[in-house]
Each structure stands twice: as structure tokens, then as C-alpha cells.
């Protein structure tokens, strides 16, 4: 399954609540398929503003956000919660169609050139 794309974990170099959170974002995302980016707030001026001290923030589509030292039992619910709002907006599969009809080996003897219950090349 390829990630969809999803979540952002806004963290700091160095900061140890950041890399917990990360580790249970990183489980929880390959467990139900929903795609993380770890984004350095220092990196950008904007993030320090908007952000500052409070990090790790993870937000998630949907608009579900875990901050702090979370357990991992909240991530990862948060990541079902998630994932269930990212599959409803994707647009519903077109039906299966069957490429044969027919029940039994009919239509393996039909593609083999064969009569229904005959042997191909038998003479009778």
C-alpha cells in the first residue's frame, strides 16, 4: 500500500518528546497507510513564530492534531481517525467486471478450440 499523503510532524533537533512522537507517528503511518513529514520548526521563521516552544506538534488530515508526549495509543487512534477521513474522500471504485461469465471450464475449453466434453485431434 502507498502512503497517501497526510500528516506533518512539526519538531525541533535535539528535543527528546520530539523523536518519541515521532517513532509512534512513524509506526502508526506504515500501519494504516497515511504518508509523515518531519518539518525542523528552525528551519523557518514563520514555523518559530506560529509554533515556538510548543513542540511536537503532529497534525493530521481531518483536522486532528496530537501535541506533547502523547501515548501511543492516542497516535495511533489518531492515524485510524485519519486514514478513515482520507479513504472517504477517495472517489469509489468502478465495479469488477468479469471477464467470463460462465461457470465451470467452458470457457477454458472454448479458448482451447475444444467441444464441450470432446478431445481436440481424436477422431471418432
Known sequence: MSPR???????RAGCPPCFALGRLAARSS????????EVEVEADPVLVDRYGGRVPVLELPGGGSVSGRAAAAE???AFRR???????????????????RRRGFDWIRDALGLASGGRRGRSA
Open 5 to 11: 499523503p497526510g500528516a506533518v510532524l512539526y519538531k
Open 30 to 37: 506504515r500501519r494504516y497507510g497515511v504518508g509523515l513529514i
Open 75 to 77: 497516535v495511533d487512534e
Open 82 to 100: 485519519a486514514a478513515s477521513f482520507l479513504k472517504g474522500l477517495e472517489p469509489p471504485a468502478p465495479p469488477m467486471e468479469r471477464a467470463w
